[in-house]
C-alpha cells in the first residue's frame, strides 16, 4: 500500500513543479509580450474612452447636464426631492417591522 501512495505522492508533485514553473514562465518570459499583445489592452483601451468627457444631456430641448455641470436645477429643488425620497423610505421601513412584528 506504501508504494502506490508514493508513486501519487511523487507524481502530485511532479505536476505541481510544472505548473509552478509554468506560472514563472508566463509570468517572467512572457510577461512583455502579453503586456505588448493589442488583445490584452482591450480594457486599458475602454477606460481611456470612458474617461474622455462627453457631450451634453438634453431633456425636452433643455440641457440638464452640460459638461459635467448640473444647469437649471436649484438646490432648494434637489434638497426637497432628497427629502421626499427620504421620508418615502422611512415610511416604508416603519410599515416594514409593523407587517414583521404582526407575522
Request: aromatic letters at 6%; charged letters at 30%.
Amino acid at each position: 500500500m506504501n508504494a502506490p501512495l508514493r508513486k501519487a505522492g511523487v507524481v502530485m508533485m511532479v505536476l505541481f513543479g510544472l505548473l509552478f514553473a509554468q506560472l514563472n514562465w508566463v509570468q517572467v518570459v512572457k510577461a512583455d509580450q502579453y503586456r505588448n499583445d493589442v488583445e490584452n489592452n482591450q480594457v486599458r483601451v475602454q477606460q481611456q474612452e470612458y474617461e474622455r468627457q462627453r457631450g451634453n444631456i438634453i431633456v425636452d430641448g433643455e440641457f440638464v447636464v452640460e459638461a459635467g455641470r448640473l444647469t437649471k436645477v436649484d438646490e432648494a429643488e434637489v434638497l426637497r426631492l432628497a427629502t421626499q425620497a427620504r421620508l418615502r423610505l422611512d415610511a416604508s421601513i416603519k410599515r416594514e417591522f409593523a407587517a414583521a412584528k404582526t407575522r
